[in-house]
């Protein structure tokens, strides 16, 4: 079992840029698939981006070229830039840890952190 805990949230503009970061403990970090998800007031969970088995990365068609994300096993950290953030992307963002690399969906994760919340102001 791996333990995700996500910070960096918080407020922004629109327009702006935010970095959030996912610290892993628990388990050797490399030898999962990690994704990162954001849940909007009232509305389902949706995948944003995610690690593939073969190093590259796949993201959410409404992030693509704003949204990168990053990992370093050795400090057991998975890193979401954000930039040209919209207000509809106000959400809580959570960092999720399972077996499926790349897996646009949730039920192939099976650890998640508290989340941290994301607000874009107009």
Do not use: H
């Not at 407020?11 to 403990?25: F, K, T």
């Not at 490399?30 to 088995?53: I, T, Y």
């Not at 960092?95 to 994760?109: I, K």
């Amino acid at each position: 079992q791996v333990q995700l805990v996500e910070s960096g949230g918080g407020l922004v503009q629109a327009g702006g840029s935010l970095r959030l970061s996912c610290a892993a403990s628990g388990r050797t970090f490399a030898s999962v698939a990690v994704g990162w998800f954001r849940q909007a007031p009232g509305k389902a969970r949706e995948f944003v981006a995610g690690f593939r088995a073969r190093g590259d990365n796949t993201y959410a068609d409404s992030v693509k070229g704003r949204f990168t994300i990053s990992r370093d096993n050795a400090k057991n950290t998975a890193d979401l830039q954000m930039s040209s953030l919209e207000t509809g992307e106000t959400a809580v963002y959570y960092c999720a840890a399972g077996r499926a690399a790349g897996s646009r969906d949730s039920s192939d994760y099976a650890c998640w952190g508290q989340g941290t919340q994301v607000t874009v102001s107009s």
